[in-house]
């Protein structure tokens, strides 16, 4: 069974920055892409930042390009370095894997199986 965590969210003033972090557990062996999303409630979740893992290949979305980096410490470890942040970034964040679903498409929010429980990000003005 794989079990995601994150850490990390919090609040911060606009312009400001945060770390997320995520750690998968379990059987990773099929596991070909990592990736970050969110969601605002009422709202559909989204793609903010993927990449295959054990290579540099990164996916940024929408106003993730330029101010958001995603990185892997180790093939159960990401982060996610989110610069100049704005209330538009407020949002719960999470952390997902695709359990090889996604054949290395890791640009496919569908292909990913296995969600954290997502932590919160709050953007004040």
């Known amino acids: 069974q794989v079990k995601v965590a994150e850490s990390g969210g919090g609040a911060v003033q606009a312009g400001g920055s945060l770390r997320l972090s995520c750690v998968v557990n379990?059987?990773?062996?099929?596991?070909?892409?990592m990736g970050w999303f969110r969601q605002v409630s009422g709202k559909k979740r989204e793609e903010v930042a993927t990449?295959?893992?054990?290579?540099?290949?990164t996916y940024y979305f929408g106003s993730a390009k330029g101010r958001f980096t995603i990185s892997q410490d180790d093939e159960r470890t990401i982060h996610l370095e989110m610069r100049r942040l704005t209330p538009e970034d407020t949002a719960m964040y999470f952390c997902?894997?695709?359990?090889?679903?996604?054949?290395?498409?890791?640009?496919?929010?569908?292909?990913?199986?296995?969600w954290g429980q997502g932590t919160q990000v709050t953007v004040s003005s």
């Open positions: 379990g059987d990773i062996s099929n596991t070909k892409c």
């Open positions: 997902a894997e695709d359990a090889g679903d996604s054949w290395g498409h890791c640009y496919e929010m569908a292909y990913y199986k296995n």
């Open positions: 990449i295959r893992v054990g290579t540099d290949r």
